[in-house]
Nanobody, 126 residues
Framework: EVQIVESGGGLVQAGGSLRLSCAIS????????IGWFRQAPGKEREGVSC????????YYADSVKGRFTISSDNTKNMVYLQMNSLKPEDTAVYYC???????????????????WGRGTQVTVSS
């Protein structure tokens, strides 16, 4: 059974940091690209970052480039999103998702993702 579980969300002041974790079971992340998405109240879900560890690629949305860092621990089947210099506009539910295609990860098209977690809330106060 495939399971994706996010953790690490919470309330933080602007300028602070959080580290999100994505625990995956049921398949090896070596064979998948893993993405982070977020959805703010009243807004559409958007792609934040993606990692394809098997081909050594990462992608970041312009809005988070230079502040967020995605990484993976393939031995633990975990993916992380280190979020620094957080802003109030980063407030959202953050979702981890997996897609079987490891190429062209910059598209971050939600329809290409096969499995999704339930999300973790990140709230950044001003």
């Amino acid at each position: 059974e495939v399971q994706i579980v996010e953790s690490g969300g919470g309330l933080v002041q602007a300028g602070g940091s959080l580290r999100l974790s994505c625990a995956i079971s049921g398949f090896s992340i070596n064979n998948y690209a893993i993405g982070w998405f977020r959805q703010a109240p009243g807004k559409e879900r958007e792609g934040v970052s993606c990692i394809s560890s098997s081909v050594g690629n990462t992608y970041y949305a312009d809005s988070v480039k230079g502040r967020f860092t995605i990484s993976s621990d393939n031995t633990k089947n975990m993916v992380y999103l280190q979020m620094n210099s957080l802003k109030p506009e980063d407030t959202a539910v953050y979702y981890c998702a997996a897609r079987s295609s490891v190429w062209y990860i910059e598209t971050m098209a939600m329809t290409e993702y096969d499995y999704w977690g339930r999300g973790t809330q990140v709230t950044v106060s001003s």
